[in-house]
Structure formats: C-alpha cells, structure tokens
C-alpha cells in the first residue's frame, strides 16, 4: 500500500507536470508565430533613389513587386542581381529582360553580377550605390528573409539609408501564421533560423 504522503506527492508531480503539459500545448502556437514574425521587418513607406529586388527568386516575384514600387513612384532606378547557369544564362540578366517585358525602360534597370550570398549583394549594392551617387534604397525580398538581409545591409550601408519594404502577405510563397503546418514554410522558416546562426555567431551572411 502506497504511504498518503507519497501518494500525495505523486499527485502533485502529476498535476504540475499535466499542467506544464497543456501551458506546452496552448502557448507554443503563440511562440510559434511570434518567432516567425520575429524575422520579418517593414519600415514605414519611404520614397527612395532605388530599389532592390534580392536575388533568390526564380519567379521574379521581388522583381515583379519591385517594379510595382517603381511605377508609385517610391523609386528611379530598379536593381536586381543574379547568379550564372549553363549556356551562357544570367539570370541577372534575365530578371532584367523580365523588368523589361513588363514596362520598366531598360535604362532605369541595373544588374548586380554574381551576388553569391547576402553579405556580398550588399557589398555590391552599396558600391554601385555610391558610383551612381545614390542615398537611400528601398530593399524588396522574401517575408521571412527581411529582418537578416536588413541586419547585413545596414552593417556596409555607412551614410545610405536604406528601408525595408518585404513582399506583401498576398505575393510571398511563404506565410508566418502556422508555418509549421506546412512543409514547404517549415523549411524556409528552419533554414532562415540556422542562416541567423550563420550570421551572428559564424559571421557567414
């Protein structure tokens, strides 16, 4: 026969550890998608001498919203960048012709070549930026990718203001609430979180 006072403890053990269980349960949707929101960044509507469309998107998608920015009259010039494929493709050069196709003259569309990561586009950025004698850049990208290549442009951005200003909710592919009830959001929000790693600890952006 089990002693009251054991038994009494082994209720209490029990009872905190249900209770912990469903504090788990009911907050970790909150956690959740505070943290997603945590990686997003939009500044306040600014007009600006440029905008950049990151590279990354193979659907033109940051162009496309790019270009939307452009025509507002929040920008002059459109920057986009890319990386070489086979056969002689760019796909800088591709994202250009596709500004092209859509309206944009291509005078006001400049390509920045071979942006392997983060750090080097805003490296490449801030020089063209200071060639062309720009001050301010607006900064197009994915959601969840904004807050980190914010964080890595303003470290070079000496004297330019730059403002952020992500894909809206209804054109990114990727969406904050819930993500992790979707694959696809599961690795994007995953892979962003170990790039912050990379960022602020490996130096790698």
């Not at 507002?72 to 596709?98: E, W």
């Not at 060639?131 to 303003?154: C, K, N």
Request: glycine share 6%; hydrophobic share 45%; aromatic share 8%.
């Amino acid at each position: 026969m089990i002693h009251p006072y054991l038994q009494k403890r082994w209720l209490r053990t029990l009872l905190i550890c249900t209770a912990i269980l469903l504090g788990v349960y009911f907050l970790s949707p909150l956690i959740f998608n505070s943290l997603a929101q945590s990686l997003i960044r939009r500044d306040a509507s600014h007009a600006a001498d440029v905008v950049i469309a990151l590279s990354g998107d193979s659907q033109c998608g940051r162009e496309s919203y790019a270009a939307d920015l452009y025509r507002q009259g929040l920008a002059r010039k459109i920057v986009v960048g890319g990386l070489p494929f086979a056969a002689g493709i760019h796909s800088g050069d591709a994202a250009k012709q596709y500004l092209v196709r859509h309206g944009i003259p291509e005078a006001d569309v400049i390509v920045l070549k071979d942006p392997w990561n983060t750090r080097i586009e805003a490296d490449l950025l801030m020089q063209q930026m200071r060639r062309s004698g720009w001050q301010s850049a607006i900064v197009v990208t994915e959601l969840f990718h904004s807050r980190r290549a914010m964080y890595t442009i303003e470290k070079v951005a000496q004297g330019i203001a730059v403002y952020s200003n992500p894909l809206p909710p209804d054109k990114s592919r990727w969406q904050p609430e819930r993500w992790w009830t979707r694959r696809s959001d599961i690795g994007q929000t995953v892979r962003e979180m170990l790039a912050w790693v990379n960022t602020l600890i490996i130096g790698l952006r």
